[in-house]
């Protein structure tokens, strides 16, 4: 089945978090993280190199965008008068009470009756698909889509403006940390931080910190850097400030997108024409000529059939996504 980079976006409440944070860790792992265990995410990984972060600067912090969890599933909407009890699931879908789906500019979901399987990272996709398949034909079912989905959170370094240079402080976690004078002393981190232009230097909050430097946007490889020295010894932090589950993107892996009939990733008059021609193609010989996936994107109103009023709902959806 064809993938398509189509879009969810998947409100979630947001909750912030400040604090600082040690240098790297040798390894991550998003296989067991979910919306659910938002919490026991790592904010470490943010400083590791290796992880996978979008990172954007702005005259006054450097902004971080990164995953922290990954889940692949199905989400299903049913009629208004089914229950989810009343069907024999192969897996547990649970109610979506708390989100909103929405598909481009085409509302898929409806809260009260919309209900998400989550499989995890390590979900066979195909089987994914060939189960939602399965749904799709099963009264009262609605819609069935399969997804992979990325939640991400987004935060900020606070010392880290254009004007000022990144700042990386030596925490003295366990009072032991090296004075300003011992770290100054240190010949091999001297010549490093003047190489990327900071400044070994005291802050007003009493701890000793490197200031001034100028490549924010690889404070990453900097801080790894800096905790690779012995004197250090994996001291160095970045203050931060973190929003928690700002958002759930989500892949769809199938298109199964009602009235995009050709495929082309949107809602056209050119698939209002194909529905209205399949219609009379039925009407008159029998036969639409259509797949099976064109005739599920074609029933727009979804009783079973592509007549007349899916082709004129189809030109209405249309009209309404191009005006807006």
């Not at 064809?2 to 912030?16: A, Y």
């Not at 024999?88 to 979506?96: A, C, G, I, V």
């Not at 007349?308 to 709902?313: L, N, T, W």
Request: glycine share 8%.
């Amino acid at each position: 089945m064809k993938k398509v980079k189509r879009f969810l976006t998947i409100l979630l409440t947001s909750v912030i978090t400040a604090g600082t944070f040690a240098g790297s860790v040798s390894a991550y792992d998003l296989s067991g993280l979910s919306p659910s265990k938002v919490g026991e995410f790592d904010y470490r990984l943010i400083f590791d190199p290796e992880f996978p972060v979008d990172i954007s600067l702005t005259d006054e912090e450097v902004w971080v965008n990164f995953p922290m969890a990954i889940e692949k599933g199905i989400v299903i909407e049913l009629e208004d008068s089914s229950k989810i009890e009343a069907y024999d699931l192969k897996y547990k879908f649970d109610k979506l009470s708390m989100v909103h789906l929405y598909l481009a500019n085409v509302y898929i979901g409806n809260a009260e009756n919309t209900y998400v399987y989550y499989g995890g990272s390590a979900a066979d996709e195909n089987e994914l698909s060939d189960y939602a398949n399965q749904l799709r034909g099963m009264d009262g079912i609605v819609k069935a889509e399969t997804f992979i989905g990325t939640l991400s959170s987004k935060g900020y370094l606070t010392d880290a403006s254009k004007e000022k240079g990144l700042t990386v402080y030596i925490k003295d976690l366990d009072n032991k940390a090296p004075s300003l004078d011992e770290l100054k002393a240190d010949k091999e981190l001297s010549e490093y931080v003047d190489s990327i232009g900071g400044t070994i230097t005291a802050h007003e909050n009493g701890l000793s910190c490197i200031t001034g430097i100028a490549d924010r946007e690889k404070y990453r490889e900097i801080l790894s850097e800096i905790n690779s020295f012995e004197i250090v010894d994996k001291r160095a932090m970045c203050p931060y400030f973190i929003y928690q589950a700002q958002a759930y993107e989500t892949k769809l892996l199938e298109h199964k997108f009602k009235g995009d009939i050709n495929d082309d990733g949107k809602i056209t008059a050119a698939d209002a024409s194909i529905a209205f021609s399949a219609y009379k193609k039925n009407y008159t010989s029998g036969g639409t000529g259509l797949s099976e996936l064109d005739l599920y994107n074609a029933d727009f109103n979804g009783d079973g059939e592509v007549t007349a009023e899916d082709a004129s709902g189809i030109f209405s959806q249309y009209k309404k996504t191009y005006q807006s």
